[in-house]
């Protein structure tokens, strides 16, 4: 059974960091591509961050660009998003998906999402 379970969110204040982290099970974790993606109510989902089974070949969007950084611990089956400076804009539910592919124009396949962390900014 697929599990992608994501952790670590919560409520900070703008400026301050987190870092959520997603568990992935029932699949072949180091065969696929690993995204982090967000969405609030009303918009369209969001992809943030695209990392390579590899570790290698990093998209970020450009919202968040220079203050998020996604990596990987194939050994773990683990994928990370580091969230600093963050923005009261930020506030929304974070999801992880295993991405059968991934362009740096933000297109993406997903195979498997998760169910999302709530993570809330005030200002």
């Known amino acids: 059974q697929v599990q992608l379970l994501e952790s670590g969110g919560g409520l900070v204040q703008a400026g301050d960091s987190l870092r959520l982290s997603c568990a992935a099970s029932?699949?072949?974790?180091?065969?696929?591509?690993m995204g982090w993606f967000r969405q609030t109510p009303g918009k369209e989902r969001e992809f943030l961050a695209g990392?390579?089974?590899?570790?290698?070949?990093?998209y970020y969007s450009n919202s968040v660009k220079g203050r998020f950084t996604i990596s990987r611990d194939n050994a773990k089956n683990t994928v990370y998003l580091q969230m600093n400076s963050m923005k009261p804009e930020d506030t929304a539910v974070y999801l992880c998906?295993?991405?059968?592919?991934?362009?740096?124009?933000?297109?993406?396949?997903?195979?498997?999402w998760g169910q999302g962390t709530q993570v809330t900014v005030s200002s």
């Open positions: 998906a295993a991405l059968r592919r991934y362009g740096d124009n933000g297109f993406y396949e997903a195979d498997y």
């Open positions: 029932g699949f072949t974790f180091g065969g696929y591509a």
């Open positions: 990392i390579a089974w590899s570790g290698g070949r990093i």
